[in-house]
């Protein structure tokens, strides 16, 4: 039987590594009613600050 071969893992770059991690973080729904929610909690907020 034959061994799978290991590859060597190279370091990553420490400078890229910062923006890679701002790009994390929690998603919004895309769907039509998640839209439409934002949309009024965002009127709502609005109607608040008036």
Do not use: C, F
Request: aromatic letters at 0%.
């Amino acid at each position: 039987m034959k061994r799978a071969r290991q590859r060597h893992l190279k370091p990553r770059n420490p400078v890229a590594i910062a923006p890679l991690l701002k790009k994390g973080g929690a998603h919004q729904r895309k769907d039509k009613r998640a839209s439409r929610a934002r949309q009024k909690s965002a009127l709502r907020r609005h109607d608040t600050e008036a």
